[in-house]
């Protein structure tokens, strides 16, 4: 399997990430000093500075503390994604092509024999409760505001991955109308745990110890399908639908011709 990472765009996330925690560390701690100055001022202006400035400053500390958090789940936490999904993956096709971050809101796309497929990813590693479209996080008001200051609410995976797999089918629609892309949901760290109840959308881990897994629905998938036949290509010059003229059919797929699609829609490298 081929993976194609946009490492550039980690590394820059990451450096933000690591620039937004000293930043809102540094805002926090000269909040806090500013506002003792109330203790030791000895005239006018520094008293009203150390009263206004604290609703400044600390506001500013507290959201940017925030975006820190969320940044660092997404750019730093671990396990990361790029790296569980493709040992979820081992063993398949070598025709097969991973992007991690290059069609967002798709963050990874999957092409391979078996069909394309939309990932979205979850960090989490709380109790959830999936009911058809519907997600739950047990656990009560406390747990939803411990949630709230973590920014690892579960927000909606099932409308994520919709969006995700319908921005790829536009993504190769032009080229490949008959392609259709399957929205996944995957979970990278192994201590989620996972209520899964006729779920629209397949929920999955990238750890094949956990169950469901990403490695049995793929070699599921494998079980089902008919072998994938490889179109030969046209002979130049044909007019008509002479003996070297192919037409796609419906449920084939070439893994190769989707990710030329892709690439073609989207700046590789």
């Known amino acids: 399997m081929r993976i194609e990472t946009n490492n550039e765009l980690i590394k820059r996330n990451r450096r933000t990430a690591n620039i937004l925690f000293f930043f809102s560390m540094g805002i926090l701690i000269a909040g806090f000093l500013v506002a003792n100055l109330q203790l030791t001022a000895k005239d006018g202006v520094t008293l009203l500075i150390s009263v206004v400035a604290p609703w400044i400053v600390l506001p500013l500390g507290f959201i940017s503390t925030l975006i820190s958090v969320r940044m660092t789940n997404l750019w730093v936490r671990q396990p990361r994604p790029e790296k569980a999904i493709p040992a979820g993956l081992k063993g398949l096709s070598k025709r097969s092509v991973l992007y991690n971050y290059y069609h967002f809101p798709a963050r990874h796309v999957l092409v391979a024999p078996q069909g394309v497929f939309a990932i979205v990813t979850r960090y989490q590693d709380g109790r959830y409760i999936v009911n058809g479209e519907k997600w739950q996080s047990p656990g009560g008001p406390f747990a939803a505001i411990g949630r709230f200051f973590r920014r690892d609410a579960i927000g909606d995976p099932t409308a994520d991955a919709h969006k995700a ?16 892309v399957q929205p996944l949901i995957i979970f990278v760290d192994p201590k989620a745990r996972l209520e899964i109840n006729d779920s629209s959308v397949p929920v999955l881990y990238s750890d094949e110890n956990k169950e469901p897994n990403l490695r049995d629905f793929i070699r599921q998938l494998t079980q089902k399908q008919t072998p994938q036949i490889e179109q030969p290509a046209a002979k130049k010059g044909s007019g008509g639908k002479g003996k070297g003229e192919t037409k796609p059919e419906l449920g084939v797929i070439n893994p190769e011709q989707v990710a030329d699609a892709l690439e073609e829609a989207t700046v590789i490298g």
Not at 165 to 180: F, R, S
């Open 165 to 180: 797999a319908a921005y790829v089918k536009g993504l190769i629609e032009k080229t490949l109308p008959n392609v259709e």
